[in-house]
């Protein structure tokens, strides 16, 4: 930890960020983050849609370089970052994470976190409501999928990615037109206890729906859920103690 800082040790988590060219501001403030409060972090685990949009590490992105950056000089500091794939970014590859000095989860992924297990997931696998989307998904974590996407030439990936985010916004608006998208689009309650139950935890960290919240569920569950960096920023310190704590930053 640098001197003067008197912040309690912690470990960070973020997801949701969906980086963009079209909120410069928002890169910034994850840049800022990286390089300062992350700095004293036990570790930085970033629970995926770190972009809005990822087509290969050959992405040409800006957000893209100024990120891998400035995640190498925190894990150049000692820093671990773990970083798991989200619906946007599952082509980030190994290339980048070597760039980046991060390194890869699984998901989903349990983690001893100050003494307790604890399970880390994106959150789409919890959404079983939306069947339409878990078909899409099943079909795009397929390895041989993958491989003839990143088969393409870049220009037929970044027009590939710009139609995929035009239809899930024509299914987004179909949704909130039938009233169905707050509850189809959420987390299926029976699933997440199933993952509580599957992975022998009792704490749950994830991101994907951008419904920020801890909840206290019954039997002493806690599912945290992560909040997107939309307009501002969004971070759960997670301290030796046992509490977290969720707050936003603002630009
Ligand atoms: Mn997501």
Not at 23 to 39: H, S, Y
Not at 74 to 91: C, E, I, K, Q, S
Not at 93 to 112: C, F, M, N
Request: glycine share 8%; hydrophobic share 45%; net charge negative.
């Amino acid at each position: 930890m640098r001197a003067g800082i008197m912040r309690a040790m912690s470990t960070l988590f973020v997801s949701d960020l969906h980086l963009d060219p079209a909120r410069p501001d928002i890169t910034r403030l994850f840049v800022d983050f990286v390089a300062r409060e992350a700095r004293g972090a036990d570790a930085l685990y970033i629970l995926g849609d770190l972009f809005e949009s990822w087509v290969g590490d050959d992405d040409p992105s800006e957000a893209g370089a100024l990120v891998a950056a400035s995640l190498r000089a925190l894990a150049d500091t000692g820093v671990p970052v773990w970083f798991m794939h989200g619906n946007r970014d599952f082509l980030l590859g190994a290339g980048y994470a070597a760039r980046a000095g991060i390194q890869l989860l699984a998901d989903p992924a349990v983690i001893e976190l100050y003494g307790r297990r604890v399970l880390l997931t994106h959150g789409d696998l919890l959404c079983t409501d939306d069947v339409e989307y878990q078909a899409i998904r099943v079909q795009t974590r397929n390895p041989a999928w993958q491989a003839q996407m990143l088969a393409q030439p870049l220009q037929a990936r970044l027009a590939f990615a710009a139609q995929a985010r035009a239809a899930s916004q024509a299914r987004q608006g179909e949704m909130k037109s039938a009233g169905t998208m707050e509850t189809i689009t959420d987390v299926a309650p029976a699933t997440a206890d199933a993952f509580f139950d599957e992975h022998g935890v009792d704490t749950m960290i994830h991101g994907h729906t951008h419904r920020p919240a801890i909840h206290d569920l019954p039997d002493g569950r806690r599912r945290i859920v992560l909040g997107d960096w939309y307009a501002q920023g969004s971070v759960l310190r997670a301290y030796p103690d046992g509490r977290f704590e969720l707050s936003n930053l603002t630009p």
